[in-house]
């Protein structure tokens, strides 16, 4: 029960972590401004990985590469850790390679989490307080998805678009969770 418990901690701290960092490198892509309150308690979140690691990798113009890496990393070590915790031994060296590709889906599988649970929050505040404070960051961070699935339905009176990227967002979480068990040989 104890392990279960620490599984479970583990979950909650490098989930939460690693959409820090996916968010920081998507905050950057769409140039959200570096004094908007939740860019500013991401930054503080992440700056302590991030920052070492720009001295080795730096960011890219549009994609923030160190914001990546610091995720994808923190992935491999929460993939680690819960291999530590189950069998009670390191990862052996031929799992190694399968445990970093399981990595880069787990980095994707917090990426694809951060999309549907932002696109939740928007679509409930677009109905209960479509003026509410957080709506045009929210809006930012969405819209470059969005926007080609408007441009695709059909206009109604209703914008069916988050239903459409939720269902999407749902559909490739479930091809990356098959995928990363492939990679474990599980």
Do not use: C
């Not at 700056?47 to 992935?75: E, F, H, Q, Y």
């Not at 408007?150 to 979480?173: C, E, G, N």
Request: no cysteine; net charge positive; glycine share 4%.
């Amino acid at each position: 029960m104890l392990g279960e418990i620490f599984r479970f901690l583990l979950e909650i701290v490098f989930t939460l972590f690693g959409a820090a960092l996916i968010a920081r490198a998507w905050m950057h892509a769409i140039r959200l401004h570096p004094f908007n309150p939740l860019a500013r308690a991401v930054y503080q979140a992440t700056n302590w990985l991030v920052t070492p690691l720009r001295k080795i990798i730096p960011a890219g113009n549009k994609i923030d590469w160190t914001s990546l890496v610091a995720a994808w990393l923190s992935a491999l070590i929460y993939l680690v850790l819960i291999w530590l915790v189950a069998i009670g031994a390191l990862i052996p060296l031929e799992l190694l390679p399968a445990a970093m590709g399981s990595a880069l889906v787990m980095a994707a599988k917090w990426a694809l989490n951060l999309v549907v649970w932002l696109t939740l929050i928007q679509a409930v505040l677009s109905w209960v307080n479509p003026m509410a404070p957080m709506m045009p960051l929210l809006q930012a961070l969405t819209d470059p998805m969005l926007n080609p699935i408007r441009r695709i339905l059909p206009r109604t009176s209703i914008d069916f678009s988050p239903l459409v990227l939720l269902i999407v967002a749902q559909i490739v979480l479930m091809v990356l969770a098959r995928l990363s068990y492939g990679l474990m040989g599980i």
